[in-house]
């Protein structure tokens, strides 16, 4: 059985394993906004590449998407190599009177029914209405008097 222990200073960790000892360090200190590995303190992290969740949650608080001089957008890709994506798009400044929230209902609406909202942000599923457009009865009557 081989054991293996580590030790972690300031700026290196020892790594220790039958009686031999690598040990690595960093000069400008190990992860983390106070050299060490405390990554919770880091208040501004940034990604190289994708962040791959592992099929893992974001558990907690609000997910804000900001951006640097662009509509912020959230896309959401097929199964199938990513290769199409349905997309909501946050309006351009000029077109904003404030934040909005909608709120979504709490269940699926039924077929044929679209989203409503009561102007104050809160969704609900409604039938939707013709629009007052003629019945076939009423253009065919308009037809027959005017002919």
Not at 49 to 69: C, H, Q, T
Not at 83 to 88: L, N, P
Request: charged content about 10%; overall charge negative; glycine content about 16%.
């Amino acid at each position: 059985m081989t054991t293996v222990s580590v030790t972690q200073l300031s700026n290196t960790v020892a790594v220790t394993t039958a009686g031999s000892t690598v040990v690595l360090t960093s000069p400008g200190g190990l992860a983390g906004a106070d050299g060490g590995s405390n990554i919770v303190l880091d208040t501004t992290p940034q990604l190289g590449g994708d962040l791959d969740m592992n099929s893992k949650f974001i558990s907690s608080g609000i997910v804000g998407i900001k951006n640097a001089g662009a509509q912020s957008e959230l896309r959401l890709y097929c199964e199938s190599s990513n290769a199409h994506y349905a997309s909501i798009k946050a309006p351009p400044h000029s077109g904003f009177s404030g934040n909005i929230t909608f709120t979504m209902p709490g269940a699926d609406g039924s077929s044929g029914q679209v989203l409503q909202t009561d102007g104050s942000g809160a969704l609900s599923w409604t039938d939707q209405s013709g629009g007052g457009g003629l019945t076939r009865a009423q253009a065919t009557a308009i037809a027959l008097l005017f002919g």
